[in-house]
């Protein structure tokens, strides 16, 4: 079975950074369009960004661009997500998920994806 595991989460000021992780646990599953989605309570999962590892291209929210860089380790064994100018419309449940659609990755389409991470939270506050 697929197994993801997310860490990096916490609570911090508006203007603030933090780094999340992914760990993937079979590392072909880190493969092809991989991608970090985000739910706020009361809201759906929307996604924040993705990246399509055969080919390197990165795509992301309108929300969080310029802000956030989603990148992969050598061995696409782990997937984090640098967030720069965290702002409190950032805090969130984020979920790191694989298995998305190559053909869809720069959609950031969450039924797109097969896998999921249990979640880990970011709160920002004012």
């Known amino acids: 079975q697929v197994h993801l595991v997310e860490s990096g989460g916490g609570s911090v000021q508006a203007g603030g950074s933090l780094r999340l992780s992914c760990v993937v646990g079979?590392?072909?599953?880190?493969?092809?369009?991989v991608g970090w989605f985000r739910q706020a309570p009361e809201k759906e999962r929307e996604g924040v960004a993705t990246?399509?590892?055969?080919?390197?291209?990165?795509y992301y929210a309108d929300s969080v661009k310029g802000r956030f860089t989603i990148s992969q380790d050598s061995t696409r064994t782990t997937l984090y997500l640098e967030m720069n100018s965290l702002k409190p419309e950032d805090t969130a449940m984020y979920y790191c998920?694989?298995?998305?659609?190559?053909?869809?990755?720069?959609?950031?389409?969450?039924?797109?994806?097969?896998?999921w991470g249990q979640g880990t939270q970011v709160t920002v506050s004012p």
């Open positions: 079979g590392y072909t599953y880190g493969r092809g369009c």
């Open positions: 990246i399509w590892t055969d080919v390197g291209n990165t």
């Open positions: 998920a694989t298995g998305g659609l190559d053909s869809n990755c720069g959609k950031l389409q969450r039924l797109d994806f097969q896998y």
